[in-house]
């Protein structure tokens, strides 16, 4: 199996990579701020709850978050791979993946990272605003807490994976298709 962790702070642009990686590579997508979005949507228990955090810029609590993203990876029991998009942004999720992985006899390819400036991410964020409908892109403060979020609890994820030899980082910032091509490369080495 190819399993992929795209890694990088809201905004870098994992979501539109990840919709190309896994046409390329015919993945599973499994991004968690999608499902929860989804479970929102459809105002469910887990949706009303998530959003209490997502609102705020805060993470949505691990134990929730660990089992839902298991339950959505069992839907695809023949799956020739997954990337995984928006996790894991903790450590303790990191460690339940690969405990959730070895169980199928499988684990973690490698971590993708996008790598962008801080700058660049709050401009993009602002600008996918305007078009999202995304509460947690509206508001600058949301924005901030977000990115801080991110440097304190989601950036030691990186060190995990660098402790494996698993991460490749690739530059976030260029055209679609360069970036694209670039994580190819990094795939096929
Ligand atoms: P972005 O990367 O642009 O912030 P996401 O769609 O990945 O957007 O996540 C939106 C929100 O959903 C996060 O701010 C967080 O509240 C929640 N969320 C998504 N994935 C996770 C996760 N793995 N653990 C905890 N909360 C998460």
Redesign the pocket.
Known sequence: MLNIVLFG???AG?GTQAAKLLEKFNLVHL????I??SNIKDATELGIL?KS??DK????P?AL?IDMLQSEADKHPHANGYIF??????HP?AQALDDFLATKNTGITMMLALEVNEEELKNR?TERAKVSGRS?DADPKIIQK?IE?YNAETMPVKSYYQAQNKYKGVNGVGSVDVIFSALCTEISK
């Open positions: 702070p809201p905004g994992k991004s968690t701020g999608d929860f979005r998530a955090y997502m810029g805060q993470l949505v691990d978050t998009d928006g996790f894991p942004r903790t999720q964020l947690d977000r979020v």
